[in-house]
């Protein structure tokens, strides 16, 4: 830990000495207006850094600047869109202990989460690199007397709108298709967690990538934010999210009539039969919930668990809860560090006072963690949980889990069911035609049958319901970020 501690101030130092400065047009600048607002750690609620608070000039500036460039970018070659795509997933790697001590720091997720997230980055980069030269293919429909002839081309400028968990990851997955596609982008991240993007657009450039392409403006979302969602200039909107700021952004973009990509909130359940694996399923559950501080949208934070064997399956994953190692983030044991923020904390712990008015029952946890002056949260679960109660209805986005009893397969499937949210769910079953029905009718754009969250990069990513619009991966998100022509010819 110490000598973690060591590295992470010296990677901190220019942010501490420069602030959180916007990018735009190859120019590292502070806001027009000059103000700055102040980010904190979430570890010892110390200020990091002061940062640039971007407004509407910012914004009209940054997207002036996506839209000078479009055309020379849209116009590059796909395979050197790769190469140069490749040289920032190498520029990622190289710097990759930088870019997890800073997120460490930053958002209090586990340094030992971080430096795969950063890994992951270069991967977005790389995978999106390989497909950019197949971003444009189209295909030849024949019908009588005539050959069509369908094209994509990139939609343009594009504003990306990312949220303060995992930012460096999500900000790359939603980044990396937009330049392969040939777009050109202004991204707004989270105010809670703006540092790594900042490292995020340098390498970018530093790796070549020709300024005015990327463009990057902090700030709030009711001014940057908004601004970017109703600025002319910008075609589209990528945005990650809470489903109620995608409602607001939605109205925010209809006069200029944005096209939007949302990846939204979830409430994510894990239904485990009672033929399942036993171990592997409560393993599952533990680290679908509990790691990344359980701030993470595709968590398992509700658990449906066959009658038969709630009671010894509740009580293992309790057993698990009560070992995970709350700390330091930069501490390498460490598998809960704090949660992002005091306000977001405040939030959380108000499911502790609310769930046992509502009959709950605390099987581990409740409690804020003793003995730190920052966020930190003990791991929870909470049992006896009916599927009217708040904890099992509202995304908490912390390290709660609740757990509910089913009988049948029937009521597994009408409680998995019974919410806004379809973004993610997780079976556990030895048998195959079971998981075949189930998952059949399960209302979720992403599910998991007999394993935890392992991603495909080239399988489609998205939720259905309150939980987003749009699919992203492979040509999913080139779709999203490119028009298609259709060209009739008559023969
Ligand atoms: P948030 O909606 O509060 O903020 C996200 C971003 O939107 C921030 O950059 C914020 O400044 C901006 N914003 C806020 N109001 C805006 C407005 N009116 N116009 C334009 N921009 C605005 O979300 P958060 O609290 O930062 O992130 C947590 C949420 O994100 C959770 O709900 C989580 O489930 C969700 N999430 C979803 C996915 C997914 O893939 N489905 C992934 C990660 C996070």
Same mark, same amino acid.
């Given at each position: 830990l110490i000598t973690n501690l060591d590295k992470a101030q010296t990677y901190l130092q220019r942010f501490r000495k420069e602030g959180v400065l916007n990018h735009i047009d190859g120019q590292a600048m502070a806001a027009d207006n000059g103000e700055q607002f102040e980010v904190i750690s979430p570890? +010892? =609620?110390e200020p990091i850094a002061k940062v640039a608070r971007g407004g509407a000039s910012d914004i009209d500036k940054a997207a002036k600047a996506a839209k000078a460039s479009f055309a020379e970018w849209a116009a590059m070659p796909g395979k050197e869109r790769k190469k140069l795509l490749h040289r920032i997933a190498d520029a990622i790697e190289a710097r990759a202990e930088e870019i997890a001590f800073v997120e460490s720091v930053d958002t209090g997720q586990a340094i030992r989460f971080m430096s795969k997230a950063a890994l992951r980055g270069a991967e977005n980069f790389r995978f999106f690199a390989d497909r950019a030269p197949m971003a444009r293919d189209g295909e030849s429909l024949r019908a009588n007397n005539q050959l069509n002839i369908t094209a994509r081309s990139p939609i343009g400028p594009v504003g990306i709108i990312t949220p303060w968990n995992t930012p460096f990851m999500l900000s790359t997955w939603k980044i990396a298709p937009a330049l392969a596609a040939g777009c050109t982008i202004v991204h707004k991240p989270a105010e809670f967690s703006p540092l790594t993007a900042r490292l995020l657009v340098e390498i970018a450039e530093e790796a070549g990538l020709p300024r005015g392409v990327w463009n990057l403006v902090n700030g709030f979302g009711e001014d940057a934010g908004k601004a970017l969602t109703e600025h002319l200039d910008i075609k589209a909107i990528g945005f990650v999210g809470e489903s109620r700021t995608g409602a607001m952004i939605m109205k925010q973009g209809a006069d200029t009539l944005k096209r939007f990509h949302f990846e939204l909130g979830g409430k994510n359940p894990v239904v485990v039969f009672d033929d399942a694996d036993f171990d592997r399923a409560a393993d599952a559950a533990v680290f679908m919930i509990y790691s990344l501080n359980g701030e993470r949208c595709t968590s398992s934070s509700r658990l449906l668990v066959q009658s038969s064997i709630y009671d010894e399956f509740t009580a293992k994953v309790a057993e698990k809860a009560k070992n995970i190692k709350v700390g330091? #983030? =930069? +501490? #390498?044991?460490? $598998?809960i560090g704090p949660l992002i923020h005091p306000v977001h904390e405040k939030k959380v712990l108000s499911y502790f006072d609310i769930a046992p008015k509502e009959? &709950? *029952? $605390? &099987? *581990?946890g409740g409690k804020k963690a003793e003995?730190? *002056?920052?966020?930190y949260v003990e791991p929870t679960l909470f049992t006896? $949980?009916?599927? +009217?109660?708040r904890i099992a209805r509202e995304e908490i986005f912390g390290p709660v889990l609740s757990a509910l009893k089913f009988d049948s397969e029937e009521e597994a499937l009408n409680i998995a069911n019974d919410t806004e949210y379809g973004l993610t769910g997780y079976v556990w079953t030895s048998d195959l035609t079971r998981a075949l029905r189930f998952t059949d009718q399960l209302e979720a754009g992403m599910i998991w049958v007999n394993s935890e969250? $392992?991603?495909? =990069? #080239?399988s489609p990513f998205g939720g259905m319901k309150s939980s987003g619009i749009g699919r992203d991966g492979g040509d999913w998100s080139f779709d999203f970020y490119m028009e298609t022509k259709n060209i009739a010819f008559a023969t």
């Open positions: 570890i +010892d =609620l330091h #983030p =930069l +501490d #390498p044991e460490t $598998v009959g &709950a *029952t $605390v &099987a *581990t003995g730190f *002056t920052g966020c006896n $949980v009916t599927n +009217d109660m969250n $392992v991603r495909h =990069l #080239p």
